[in-house]
């Protein structure tokens, strides 16, 4: 057997818990990780976290008794956790490590009052395109081309919240209609409240190691990890589509696939509900302009024939930011494994992970992950 | 020829400049050091950040036209460029990408006023530890068990302020006294003014590529990092030098070295005078105890048997967080090749560069990377 397993997965509760902090956090995930793993011996720590002082990565895992690893703490955006979770797999692939620890960690609820500031040296930030408003444009331009209505739209946090109610560590889940998710609050045109995943604190850990084919470890069939080309204007596609199908493209080749055919669940970067759409298309999911119809139509739902963020998503699981890539690591492990609850896509085989950082601030996205896994 | 060499290094100018921002100084490292390689292509970039806003990584280097390549941003304490040459050394050396650039960028002058504010959550940093403090500690131990003299550790700041005299880069230079530096002001006794390094911002970088055995070229002979282990409060060292001796034995074994007989030139973390004196002692230069002395009597000094920071080191060139690292590797590229002017180690063939992240906050220390470089 050679390549690379994930032989433990473990999260903390999400969702807003300022009374927390990073090292409750990421004990909670830690402990279960550890638990399933079956041991705590580790050779290496990636730790991945965009808001976390200066560090925090060592400074945690020694509250948590780890110690005398070397310990990189990484920052790539939103896709933090999941580019810890690239650098673990290459540490392992390599032989440079033998068992490494990829942690994300994040408590966005004691740092910032609503949605991130943006930075002020960000060009679109000082231009008040914050994160909300980045997507929005995105939106808005869907809705321009007709190729998504504010229906559409909507049906995917319809769908997200539906898929949380089975998912008991997610932040928020619940029965929306349609009409409820465009009647809340609008936060950046055409985007509204229930559209833009919520301020949320949490950890996530998987452990990797050199594969053996034991029953309970999931294979890394590939992984790929891009940042963002410059943003072309002439290209028909909005910022971060590029990039999102251009990282699938190496994901793909890696895993051996010709393309996402045999993929039976996804989880993807859904901040905002534009962002599934636009992703479902770029990873080759749905063909070009058939996004905003699929979870409408049930084609992305759970029971459909391509489940995406069975757990909820960003939208509804919640998203401090480090954590993200690494609770979607877990919960595609967890539907490999057929442990996944009442959210299980049924024998589920091959999953994909994709995680997106940053906006058009640094171009077509600061760092762009995806993974495929094998059960 | 096979291993990891370095084609290109660069800095900006170390200093107090709160009118720049890491864009300028980026550029100033980035434009010499691919002048330096002869090519700005590059196929990745591990960046080195610890107060940097998030996301900086990718944005800086947006703003210098780089733009296309994976960017990661790691942060390991002082160490955190030099973690960064480490992780690029080892992409290069398992074929991951070709030609890699490794940037080390920090504005000090704009962040804090005065020494770093210790973390809240840092155990030592709310005892009121700052860092001076925890150095003046490790200084007060050397004093009591008579490992040094008061004198003797000035002798430190005099050596590398008169070797920062021939460094045009250099934040501070100067021909002090040792009862200068005494009746400096006194900032966390036994260390006054002069005994700490200054405020700084800067930039550093390196090219990695596949070794070719280029006339210019510098080959990295061996690299090693590592976390702190717990401190050991039965042992006799004080804080720090369990880690850079651990280290110091894993880069002599990767270098295929004894012990560092054979070392021509030596930049290491002089954060605080005492910190060169325990270093020197760790690393094997002299012999355990024989450290205070070393440079009263001008063993490490310019013209002695083993020149210790004859760039100046952070005492007086500064220390500009993430860019150290890379400006102590640097320092010895252009020392190997002959190009350190009035500072030249003659017929230097062998350097070494070591750096020590964090303090007893995250035990014996947060991150430590010791490389051997050969010309």
Known sequence: MTGVGIVGVGTSHFGRQPDEDLVGLASAALTEAFGDAGTDEIDAVWVGTVFGPAGCGPRVLRALGITGVPVITIETACASGTVAFAEAHEAVQTGRYGRVLALGMEQMSTAFDGAISPEPTDPEGRSGLAMPALYAMAAARYLHLG???PEQLAAVSVKN???????????????????EVLASRMIADPLTLLQCCPTSDGAAAAILAPATGGPREIRVRGVASRTGRPWNHRSGHVWGH????????????????DGPGDIDVVEVH?????????TTEALGLVP???????????LTALGGPVP????????SRGHPLGATGLAQVA?????????????????????????????????????????????
């Open 147 to 149: 190729m998504a209505t």
């Open 308 to 315: 995406v963020n069975p757990s909820g998503g960003l939208l």
């Open 331 to 375: 919960e595609i492990v967890w539907q490999l494994r057929g442990e996944a609850g009442g959210r299980q896509v049924p024998d589920a085989r091959l999953g994909l992970v994709e995680t997106m950082g940053g906006g058009v601030s640094v171009l077509d996205g600061n760092a762009c992950v995806v993974a495929v896994l094998e059960g």
């Open 161 to 179: 919240h539906a898929h949380a109610r089975h998912n008991p560590r997610a932040q928020y889940a619940g029965v929306y209609t349609v009409e």
């Open 288 to 298: 070009p302009g058939e996004g905003g119809k699929a979870a409408a139509t049930g």
């Open 270 to 278: 859904d901040a905002f509900t534009i962002g599934e759409i636009v």
């Open 242 to 257: 590029d990039l999102v199908r251009d990282t699938a493209v190496d994901a793909y080749a890696a895993a051996g696939l």
